[in-house]
């Protein structure tokens, strides 16, 4: 199915941002994020709740994604550890 954009306006495949996520606020929580993106005079709420996500998530100390990487980039394991076989039984751990 081909996406349309508004007039003048590319669609949001084309920005990078093919997922859609719907979230649920209470009513001081829109506030508090409204107040932010005023204050820091951000577009639109979801470029606030995007910005605010990867600033919590760098906080966090994770490791964001790049388009390249693959999920077993982010394991909890070493390649020394995810390449050698378990002695036990000669699986992979």
Same mark, same amino acid.
């Not at 100390?61 to 390249?68: F, I, K, T, Y």
């Given at each position: 199915m081909e996406q349309r954009a508004k007039e003048g306006y590319p669609a949001?495949?084309?920005l990078g941002r093919p997922e859609r996520l719907q979230i649920m606020? +209470?009513?001081e929580e829109l506030? &508090?994020?409204d107040d932010w993106r005023f204050a820091k005079r951000m577009p639109s709420r979801a470029a606030a709740v995007r910005d605010l996500l990867r600033r919590g998530l760098v906080a966090e =100390?994770?490791?964001? &994604? /790049?388009?390249?990487k693959r999920s077993s980039n982010f394991g909890v394991l070493? &390649? /020394?550890e995810q390449a050698a076989p378990d002695a036990? +039984? =000669?699986?992979?751990p």
């Open positions: 949001m495949t084309q606020l +209470n009513a506030v &508090a994020l =100390g994770v490791d964001l &994604a /790049e388009p390249s070493s &390649a /020394e036990t +039984n =000669g699986s992979r």
